[in-house]
């Protein structure tokens, strides 16, 4: 797909949760505008998708959504040097540029304690393209977002998530009938999960509706239907859902090692 094409694909981000297990960064602000790196982990998803073409957003908003529209509005000021002259003839004049060029925005507040799906049914007036896409503003990976398009446009159903098998977080014992540990074997991979990063045929918002869960009854129907398939994401990925995470996302980013930066 030419990227021209690209840029009008929607990415819908869900931004809306209260990140109760986070308590202690979203005490005053929502997960998203959580720093990895000295920037929110909404930052660095959007600039994921930016990198593959797609740079037009709506941000479903609800706790403390306000943090994230300040954000933006103040983003050209915040991300450039400038110049400002003050009194009657007012005027701002920026002397830099940052990388965000021609990225539309649209945030939305879709409600303090809208589900997942609901909140994607409230923003469906902004859907005027045949394909969308939706992730969750906490998950980072190093997902090819091109290949995962293709793979949506070539089966030709109405959904796809991205599966994706995160190690334990616990080490596995085997042991004998006697209780003797046979083997101790840390990082097994888990089995298939939903790591987010879908892309639907519009007419998936015929499935939903403004009080569902996005993740139960739409996507079991769209299985049940044979209408869901599930791209392979072997490689890095990692929803930050506890302060440990938060914690490893920032150590990974000061120690260079960071799989998801494009």
């Not at 931004?15 to 959580?34: A, I, S, W």
């Not at 469906?124 to 995962?148: H, S």
Request: charged share 25%; aromatic share 12%; with cysteine.
């Amino acid at each position: 797909m030419r990227n021209e094409a690209k840029k009008n694909i929607p990415v819908v981000i869900l931004c809306g949760g209260m990140g109760t297990r986070l308590r202690e960064e979203t005490e005053y602000k929502p997960k998203p505008m959580v720093e990895i790196g000295g920037k929110p982990v909404l930052w660095h998803i959007m600039k994921q998708y930016a990198h593959f073409g797609f740079r037009r957003f709506i941000l479903c908003l609800g706790y403390k959504g306000s943090v994230i529209k300040d954000y933006f509005l103040n983003y050209e000021a915040m991300s450039n040097d400038f110049t400002i002259n003050l009194g009657k003839k007012n005027q701002l004049s920026y002397q830099s540029h940052h990388t965000e060029q021609d990225f539309s925005i649209t945030l939305v507040d879709t409600g303090l304690k809208t589900m997942t799906g609901g909140r994607i049914k409230r923003i469906e007036k902004f859907i005027d393209t045949e394909t969308f896409m939706v992730t969750y503003g906490d998950g980072l990976a190093n997902i090819n977002i091109d290949a995962l398009f293709a793979f949506h446009q070539r089966h030709g159903k109405l959904a796809t998530l991205t599966a994706v098998r995160p190690p334990s977080r616990f080490g596995i014992l085997e042991l004998t009938e006697e209780d003797r540990v046979k083997q101790f074997r840390e990082k097994v991979q888990t089995e298939w999960i939903n790591g987010g990063f879908l892309v639907f045929n519009r007419r998936v918002l015929d499935y939903l509706d403004p009080d569902c869960i996005l993740e139960r009854e739409p996507i079991e129907k769209l299985a049940v239907e044979k209408q869901l398939m599930a791209f392979r994401h072997e490689g890095f990925w990692i929803g930050m859902d506890t302060y440990r995470e938060y914690e490893m996302l920032n150590q990974m980013w000061d120690m260079g090692d960071v799989p998801w930066r494009v």
